[in-house]
């Protein structure tokens, strides 16, 4: 079992930033990549940012050069800082691990989701 502590997150005017933490404890061995996914209201959740335990990152076009996925694998904490953000990033953000190999399989180990509004 793997559980997700999720921070951050709250309500900020367009152009704005925040910050989410993700905490993993556990059974993480199995796990080297890390992130968060985002469901907006009448959508699907989709991948935002993933990061694996040695740097490597992915992120969603939609958030390329606005967000920053980081690690500190010795706390198998991650952060995402958004910067710049705009209305269609309104949405729970919910982190997430996996195994990164080349491309990204999610585990069926969710945060329980942290609003991020940004009012139009």
């Known amino acids: 079992q793997v559980q997700l502590e999720e921070s951050g997150g709250g309500s900020v005017q367009t152009g704005g930033s925040l910050r989410l933490s993700c905490a993993a404890s556990?059974?993480?061995?199995?796990?080297?990549?890390m992130g968060w996914y985002r469901q907006a209201p009448g959508k699907q959740r989709q991948m935002v940012a993933i990061?694996?335990?040695?740097?490597?990152?992915m992120y969603a076009d939609s958030v390329k050069g606005r967000f920053t996925i980081s690690r500190d694998s010795a706390k198998n904490t991650a952060y995402l800082e958004m910067n710049s953000l705009k209305p269609e990033d309104t949405a729970v953000y919910y982190c997430?691990?996996?195994?990164?190999?080349?491309?990204?399989?999610?585990?069926?180990?969710w945060g329980q989701g942290t609003q991020v509004t940004v009012p139009s």
């Open positions: 556990g059974t993480t061995w199995s796990i080297n990549g």
């Open positions: 997430n691990v996996g195994r990164y190999s080349g491309d990204y399989y999610p585990f069926e180990y």
């Open positions: 990061i694996s335990d040695n740097g490597d990152t």
